[in-house]
């Protein structure tokens, strides 16, 4: 059954691929099926391959192309269970569901998890997605016990959730606080209102707002860490870890920038988050170096552009949250945020930067960028660069459903 259903999926995309006119003809109507396609294809093949190692998930690949996997307290361990729930929300069958439940029990552990700041990309990704569409209490309950773990780790000194605890960052700051954590946020907001406790908005609204203030730059790019003293709660180091330089704008850290305070405007309806995403918005679309395919390089400044990594994760988070930013916005800069966005989409999309079937580990997208300055997962696929990109592809078919009705 699971090879038939592979094979019909595959039939599917080489349907679209084979009648569609040239690509930059084609509808993005129809590159959303035929991706989603091929991804729901890619992600069986990879739930298939981990089978027998049940408490193994997808990472990347290494440099022979064998597939890398992490266990639940890597904190990538969420993203797959979350694809392959928006790939059951676009088709529901019950191998996908099967798989998807598999998956997210896998990261269930790290409901318990207080030594690192992301209990909210494990736990909201996979559960969150998973009581989204099936309203178990299960899940629910998971969430519930992921967000008392993830508030112990809040400082009300400093008003932030500290993000690392390990070495070598802890011999580096006192209190690190990077922007990533800026998407942990999504899950103590839900939490606040499933369970009519304000203590979880009170600390995630709390650190966005001193993010606000501290990490970002007169044009609106950000730092990627910045460290408080722990007595005083003032700044002590505004520092970049996984960019090119303390004063680059790393590029998937503007887009955990953009998609965390568009987040935080739909969960709170406050102004100055949304205004604050659509500053971050205009810096990254009018940057001089954005490439003519809206897939940034991995860093802004890295020294090499034009010929540097670009960096298909840091694209994928960039269009989902222009998608929904679109959504808060006056007309003339929805249509702006929504034509770069089915820029990216088409790019993405494109051979250029999708996978064929049953290669590149069985992940969707290539070219992405997780540490370069550390030399690890350079030009290689990512989860959660998978993640982002289903997710913006839901949100567009979605969109462009609402505009045909």
């Known amino acids: 059954m699971f090879q038939q259903i592979i094979s019909f999926l595959l039939l599917l995309a080489v349907f679209f691929s084979c009648t569609a006119p040239k690509q930059n003809e084609q509808p993005l109507s129809e590159i959303i099926d035929e991706s989603l396609a091929l991804a729901t294809a890619q992600s069986l093949l990879m739930a298939?391959?981990?089978?027998?190692?049940?408490?193994r998930l997808p990472q990347t690949i290494d440099k022979d192309g064998k597939l890398v996997t992490c266990n639940s307290a890597w904190w990538v361990s969420g993203f797959f269970p979350g694809v392959l729930?928006?790939?059951?929300?676009?088709?529901?069958?019950?191998?996908?569901?099967?798989?998807?439940?598999?998956?997210?029990?896998?990261?269930?552990?790290?409901?318990?998890?207080?030594?690192?700041?992301?209990?909210?990309?494990?736990?909201?990704?996979?559960?969150?997605?998973?009581?989204?569409?099936?309203?178990?209490?299960?899940?629910?309950?998971v969430i519930h016990t992921a967000s008392n773990s993830l508030i112990t780790r809040f400082n009300p000194t400093?008003?932030?959730?500290?993000?690392?605890?390990?070495?070598?960052?802890?011999a580096k700051w006192q209190?690190?606080?990077?922007?990533?954590?800026?998407?942990?946020?999504?899950?103590?907001?839900?939490?606040?209102?499933?369970?009519?406790?304000?203590?979880?908005?009170?600390?995630?609204?709390?650190?966005?707002?001193?993010?606000?203030?501290?990490?970002?730059?007169?044009?609106?790019?950000s730092y990627h860490v910045v460290s408080y003293d722990t007595i005083s709660g003032k700044v002590e180091k505004?520092?970049?870890?996984?960019?090119?330089?303390?004063?680059?704008?790393?590029?998937?850290?503007?887009?955990?920038?953009?998609?965390?305070?568009?987040?935080?405007?739909?969960?709170t309806g406050n102004e100055k988050y949304l205004k604050q995403a659509e500053n971050i918005a205009d810096f990254i679309l009018h940057h001089p170096n954005l490439p003519e395919d809206k897939i940034p390089y991995w860093d802004f400044d890295a020294p090499d552009i034009p010929n540097a990594n670009?960096?298909?994760?840091?694209?994928?988070?960039i269009c989902s949250a222009l998608i929904e930013l679109s959504d808060y916005v006056p007309e003339a800069k929805s249509n702006e945020y929504l034509a770069v966005a089915e820029t990216q989409l088409r790019s993405l999309s494109s051979p250029a930067y999708r996978a064929n079937l049953g290669e590149n580990g069985n992940f969707i997208l290539k070219h992405s960028v997780g540490h370069k300055p550390n030399g690890t997962e350079v030009d290689v696929p990512l989860t959660y660069a998978d993640y982002y990109y289903v997710e913006a592809?839901?949100?567009m078919k979605k969109k462009l459903s609402e505009h045909d009705e």
Request: glycine share 6%; aromatic share 16%; net charge negative.
């Open 48 to 55: 298939e391959s981990l089978k027998d190692q049940p408490d």
């Open 85 to 141: 729930w928006y790939l059951y929300e676009n088709k529901p069958t019950e191998t996908l569901k099967d798989w998807a439940v598999n998956y997210t029990l896998r990261v269930e552990d790290q409901k318990y998890t207080t030594d690192n700041h992301d209990v909210g990309f494990m736990i909201f990704c996979s559960f969150g997605n998973a009581y989204r569409l099936t309203g178990d209490t299960l899940y629910r309950n």
């Open 158 to 170: 400093i008003g932030c959730i500290r993000s690392w605890d390990y070495a070598p960052w802890s």
């Open 175 to 221: 209190y690190p606080v990077i922007i990533d954590n800026m998407m942990n946020l999504e899950m103590l907001e839900w939490a606040s209102k499933a369970f009519s406790d304000t203590t979880y908005s009170h600390v995630a609204e709390s650190h966005a707002n001193i993010t606000l203030k501290n990490h970002f730059r007169d044009d609106f790019s």
């Open 238 to 267: 505004k520092n970049t870890a996984q960019g090119y330089s303390d004063d680059s704008a790393w590029a998937r850290g503007q887009g955990w920038a953009l998609y965390g305070y568009t987040m935080m405007y739909r969960e």
């Open 310 to 317: 670009r960096d298909a994760s840091a694209g994928a988070l």
């Open 393 to 395: 592809m839901m949100r």
